[in-house]
């Protein structure tokens, strides 16, 4: 998870967090449910593999979601949100609010 940084603002955080066109949308298909990669492909829509992939990687260093492998063949791993990204849920919930007044 990224820190606040000496003199960045709060909301320059969030933006390094959460910024980009696809982080916002993988977030909220996570909220609903535990995903596979190309059912949160399928879900968030236009985005390539090798977007989707490295999006993946960013959230997950950044402790917004988590990364679970599970041991069988075909391999299967499974999307999640971390506590923390939960706690980011309400705060989207209220953008897509605000969004959908204009």
Avoid at 34 to 41: I, V
């Amino acid at each position: 998870m990224q820190k606040i940084k000496g003199n960045e603002s709060p909301t320059t955080a969030a933006i390094k967090l959460i910024g980009g066109k696809w982080k916002l949308c993988i977030l909220w298909q996570l909220s609903q449910k535990k995903m596979r990669f190309g059912e949160l492909q399928r879900a968030v829509g236009d985005i390539t593999q090798q977007m989707l992939s490295k999006q993946l990687k960013e959230m997950a260093k950044d402790n917004l979601i988590k990364r679970k492998v599970y041991e069988v063949i075909p391999p299967k791993v499974e999307y999640s949100l971390t506590a923390f990204g939960k706690l980011g849920i309400p705060v989207l919930t209220e953008l897509c609010n605000w969004a959908s007044k204009k």
